[in-house]
């Protein structure tokens, strides 16, 4: 039986993007998937284009007059084009277009409706409320955002979210169902990493060093547990962030037990982490998605056999208590969290681990790979 050809189109790049690599891994095997995005994915089987590849003159022209809409805080932005996406749909027979940004859902929705194409929107987050934390967003961007949701959410053969509390939002907001694919890392089978009863207990936290994350609440953490424990934190400075980090990193320097680590590839992540005792998160509601944020971390966590100490996020929390994975903070403070990773011992922390283990057989990018590949193909059959 032939099969089915599918376009993954996303501004990403592709070669470490988690959420746009586990949906390849889930598609590839029973269908022809093309990319087109920012950078080539990891898997060379994909048939790739660049995205920008897909613009005309025009496009660009569209692209500066956005900067110069939002730079006013015009409330309506000009949806930026790529005029020759609809030349590789017909020239690669593409049956079903998957997107990322709600900014391509007037993009995709003209393809369908001429093509007659299956449109598949696979958010990351909820993106109407995306940086409601700075100024001026929610009355420029927030509004543009709301308004595609409104007017072009029904109009897709499938939503797909990822967590629960932004499915029910979308439902109660747009009544637009979803379906719920969370960020599950892939499953590994590395082994529990059981540390010395003499040793320091070692805790880590990885992931984007960005100011809205307040990493200097997890700094304060370790400052607060002192000399018998050590937290690490993986991740780097870039031009984006380099003044934050470059503020955390003065601020480490009286601290004896904290350090920053260099990230490692994405394959990489879970083999590296599994050495340590404790994932640590504190995550500030100071958003929707923050406050209903279920992200990559967690079940790189689970699957590095960790024991986990986290803020009482809804979503984090729902995971971390179900599996009975660690311990959630009774508020967003450092010093409450501090007090829950104190009443923990090694032989605590080893229960926790276990039953990381376990859960780790279940939250995992393969179980969600089968829900999410069913999906897809009744759409297409």
Not at 56 to 65: C, E, G, L
Not at 123 to 142: M, N, S, V
Not at 175 to 195: D, G, K, L, M, W
Not at 313 to 324: G, L, Q
């Amino acid at each position: 039986m032939k099969k089915a050809n599918i376009l993954v189109f996303s501004k990403r790049p592709f070669h470490n993007s988690p959420r746009i690599i586990r949906e390849i891994e889930a598609l590839k095997n029973e269908f022809n998937v093309y990319a087109v995005g920012e950078t080539e994915p990891s898997d060379n089987s994909i048939t790739f284009e660049n995205i920008y590849n897909q613009r005309t003159i025009f496009d660009k022209v569209i692209n500066s007059i956005n900067y110069y809409l939002l730079k006013f805080k015009a409330n309506n932005l000009v949806i930026p084009k790529f005029s020759k996406l609809k030349k590789f749909i017909i020239k690669n027979n593409i049956t079903l277009l998957i997107i990322h940004e709600p900014i391509f859902l007037p993009l995709a929705i003209d393809i369908k409706r001429q093509y007659n194409v299956k449109v598949v929107f696979n958010a990351h987050e909820y993106h109407p409320l995306e940086f409601e934390d700075q100024a001026g967003w929610l009355d420029t961007i927030g509004i543009v955002y709301d308004g595609l949701y409104r007017n072009y959410l029904s109009k897709l053969d499938l939503l797909v979210n990822v967590c629960n509390g932004i499915a029910h939002k979308c439902l109660k907001e747009y009544n637009v169902p979803s379906i719920v694919i969370p960020n599950a890392a892939f499953y590994s089978e590395t082994p529990i990493h059981y540390a010395e009863s003499s040793s320091n207990i070692k805790m880590i936290y990885h992931g984007a060093i960005l100011e809205s994350r307040k990493i200097e609440d997890m700094i304060k953490v370790a400052e607060i547990l002192g000399e018998n424990y050590v937290l690490d934190i993986m991740g780097t400075g870039t031009d984006y962030n380099k003044e934050y980090f470059q503020k955390l990193s003065n601020s480490i320097v009286e601290i004896p037990n904290v350090f920053f680590r260099k990230p490692v590839p994405f394959e990489e992540i879970v083999s590296t982490i599994n050495k340590y005792d404790l994932g640590i998160y504190i995550l500030a509601p100071n958003g929707f998605n923050n406050e209903y944020a279920l992200p990559n971390k967690i079940f790189e966590y689970i699957q590095a056999k960790l024991a986990i100490a986290i803020s009482p996020s809804k979503e984090m929390r729902n995971i971390v208590e179900k599996y009975n994975l660690g311990v959630v903070a009774d508020d967003f403070s450092p010093e409450s969290l501090a007090d829950k990773i104190k009443s923990l011992t090694k032989e605590k922390i080893a229960i926790f681990k276990k039953n990381s283990e376990k859960a780790s057989k279940i939250e995992n990018a393969e179980k969600y790979k089968e829900f999410y590949l069913s999906s897809i193909k009744k759409l297409i059959n």
